[in-house]
T-cell receptor
Framework: NAGVTQTPKFRVLKTGQSMTLLCAQD?????MYWYRQDPGMGLRLIHY???????AKGEVPDGYNVSRLKKQNFLLGLESAAPSQTSVYFC?????????????FGDGTRLSIL | GQQLNQSPQSMFIQEGEDVSMNCTSS?????WLWYKQDPGEGPVLLIA?????ELTSNGRLTAQFGITRKDSFLNISASIPSDVGIYFC????????FGAGTTVTVRA
């Protein structure tokens, strides 16, 4: 079972470049999430989606955009990368977002902005 | 997001020892979750707690959902080297709020 798959696993960008992180899940989950993880701060929610075609802002949405064109995919975009966006990015999904539905995480994308 | 305070921030433990960590919040949650993250991987769910006062075990792990719904603790009994990692608590109220993590290092 693949579960939640993130690509790429590593990337180095220069300030001002753009890129898209891809998250794919094969569990037919409705809800998908993007987090960033920084030292000493746990995981912070960037954006999330409650279903195909929908997106919503999380705790730290500035500088990021997302799209959910297909149920199984959730894309995170950086239009103009900044050094402050150096982080480890995690995607997660769950069935219906209910409080009794634990989220399943991918293995992360390590992004460095120079 | 809601503020979760997780302690301790880090710990060194002797193999075979029991260890405890806890999480508190200023807000009420419907569900408390405990995740473990190994180096280079994403968080993996260890235990989920759905009811205030609930005490749940998963092998050597035991976790409790506080009566006030504002806190939870995780115990690991008889530590082994593979217990090394970062443990996160998370409160779930349709969106997850995470603690900052407890880094566990085991001395062999």
């Amino acid at each position: 079972n693949a579960g939640v798959t993130q690509t790429p696993k590593f990337r180095v960008l220069k300030t001002g470049q753009s890129m898209t992180l891809l998250c794919a899940q094969d569990m037919n989950h409705e809800y998908m999430y993007w987090y960033r993880q920084d030292p000493g701060m746990g995981l912070r929610l960037i954006h999330y989606s409650v279903g195909e075609g929908t997106t919503a802002k999380g705790e730290v949405p500035d500088g990021y955009n997302v799209s959910r064109l297909k149920k199984q995919n959730f894309l995170l975009g950086l239009e103009s990368a900044a050094p402050s966006q150096t982080s480890v990015y995690f995607c997660a999904s769950n069935h219906d977002g209910g409080s009794n539905q634990p989220q399943h995480f991918g293995d992360g994308t390590r992004l460095s902005i120079l | 997001g809601q503020q979760l305070n997780q302690s301790p921030q880090s710990m060194f433990i002797q193999e075979g020892e029991d260890v405890s960590m806890n999480c508190t919040s200023s807000s009420i949650f419907n569900t408390w979750l405990w995740y473990k993250q190994d180096p280079g991987e994403g968080p993996v769910l260890l235990i989920a707690l759905y009811k205030a006062g609930e005490l749940t075990s998963n092998g050597r792990l035991t976790a409790q959902f506080g009566i006030t719904r504002k806190d939870s603790f995780l115990n690991i009994s008889a530590s082994i080297p593979s217990d090394v990692g970062i443990y996160f608590c998370a409160g779930n109220d349709y969106k997850l709020s995470f603690g900052a993590g407890t880094t566990v290092t085991v001395r062999a």
